[in-house]
């Protein structure tokens, strides 16, 4: 009970149990990854169905059908999803190997062209440290991941149902906990409806991003284009630096490819996709950004994708934006809020 208060301990002493506190947290989460992550990601689209799904209650349709018709949909785009890409993962995984040996030979080259110009780096060891093809074997293990983690597909489309059928008796529930309800609901209502807000938009503008790369490889003649249209889709859920990842390995494999003039080709139309949907179309649709400074959106990706995998790189923003929302909604924290934000504010 002492460790509520502020005043009864030192304030070094109450930040150090705060600290080990969190520490053991973590550690908790890490450990228990393998029940945390189907979790999580079943969260993720309860959130990402429960738009339609109020629509649809709005509308007049009862709740069981309204989820029925929900989770049909969205099994009938993942199916479609493992129909089209399921073939072209398995068969870019084995080609890996082919790829990065190719582009192990575009370096020498390099190496050579390099050494023309009186630079001696025959020792190659800056290609050791250096080596592009590991951007393609991350690409590759994250989507592996995803597909592994999506073995669980039965737990988490259950889950998905049990939260969709519980969302409309939350709050009354919260009602009967809370001391203060109409405070503590306030803030609940706060984090809910920015991560909804954030989460919906974001798979709209990422489904647009995902097409459109799609379609522009594929008018190239690069190979699996709708493996990169995945990936796209994916890392556009990471703002700031998730295009510029999305992009490595695309145009990495052109090079091999098709050559360097179809690399630069390829890395134009990232940029111009990204330029027109990031900057453009996606701040007008959803008003105000997420708010978080670069180097807190690339720390919480290494931290998410540390503690629960591929899924933590995925979700690494919805995650630390909820944490800064939470932050934000309390006098005590906001300072960590403003610590994580973008702006000398946070409101």
């Known amino acids: 009970m002492a460790i509520q208060d502020n005043n009864i301990l030192p304030r070094g002493t109450y930040l150090l149990v705060t600290f080990a506190a969190f520490v053991i947290t973590i550690a908790g989460m890490r450990a228990a990854s393998s029940l945390l992550v189907p979790f999580l990601l079943s969260v993720f689209i309860a959130i990402i169905s429960a738009p339609p799904l109020f629509w649809l209650k709005r509308k007049g349709v009862p709740t069981a059908l309204a989820v029925v018709i929900v989770v049909v949909a969205f099994l009938v785009v993942v199916l479609l999803i493992i129909t089209?890409?399921?073939?072209?993962?398995s068969d870019f995984s084995r080609t890996i190997p082919i790829y990065q040996e190719r582009l192990q030979e575009k370096n020498?080259?390099?190496?050579?062209?390099?050494e023309s110009f009186g630079l001696d780096l025959s020792d190659q060891e800056i290609f050791k440290a250096f080596d592009p093809g590991v951007a393609m074997k991350m690409a590759a293990g994250m989507l592996?991941?995803?597909?592994?983690?999506?073995?669980?597909g039965f737990l988490i489309l259950f889950t998905v149902i049990f939260i969709l059928l519980e969302a409309s008796s939350v709050p009354a529930k919260l009602r009967g906990v809370f001391d203060d309800p109409d405070r503590s609901l306030g803030y609940l209502e706060k984090i809910g409806d920015s991560v909804q807000r954030y989460i919906a938009v974001k798979t709209l503008i990422s489904l647009g991003?995902?097409?459109?790369?799609?379609?522009?490889?594929?008018?190239?003649g690069v190979d699996y284009p709708l493996i990169w249209g995945l990936l796209a889709f994916l890392f556009n859920y990471i703002p700031n630096i998730g295009s510029i990842l999305a992009a490595i390995p695309a145009v990495l494999l052109t090079i091999v490819q098709l050559g360097t003039g179809s690399a630069i080709l390829v890395a134009t139309g990232y940029l111009v996709i990204n330029v027109a949907i990031g900057n453009v179309l996606e701040p007008r649709i959803m008003g105000r950004s997420l708010g978080l400074s670069t180097l807190v959106?690339?720390?919480?990706?290494i931290f998410w994708g540390w503690v629960f995998g591929p899924v933590g790189m995925?979700?690494?923003?919805?995650?630390?934006?909820?944490?800064?929302?939470?932050?934000?909604?309390?006098?005590d924290t906001r300072w960590l809020a403003i610590l994580l934000g973008s702006?000398?504010?946070s409101r």
């Not at 089209?84 to 993962?89: D, P, Q, V, Y």
């Not at 991003?209 to 190239?220: C, E, K, R």
């Not at 959106?297 to 990706?301: D, E, I, K, P, Y």
């Open 209 to 220: 991003t995902g097409v459109a790369v799609s379609v522009w490889l594929y008018i190239l």
């Open 343 to 345: 702006e000398t504010s």
């Open 314 to 331: 995925l979700l690494s923003a919805p995650l630390t934006m909820t944490v800064k929302v939470a932050l934000d909604s309390n006098d």
């Open 297 to 301: 959106v690339f720390l919480s990706l």
């Open 144 to 152: 592996t991941g995803l597909k592994s983690v999506l073995t669980n």
């Open 108 to 114: 020498v080259l390099l190496l050579v062209w390099l």
């Open 84 to 89: 089209m890409i399921g073939t072209s993962l």
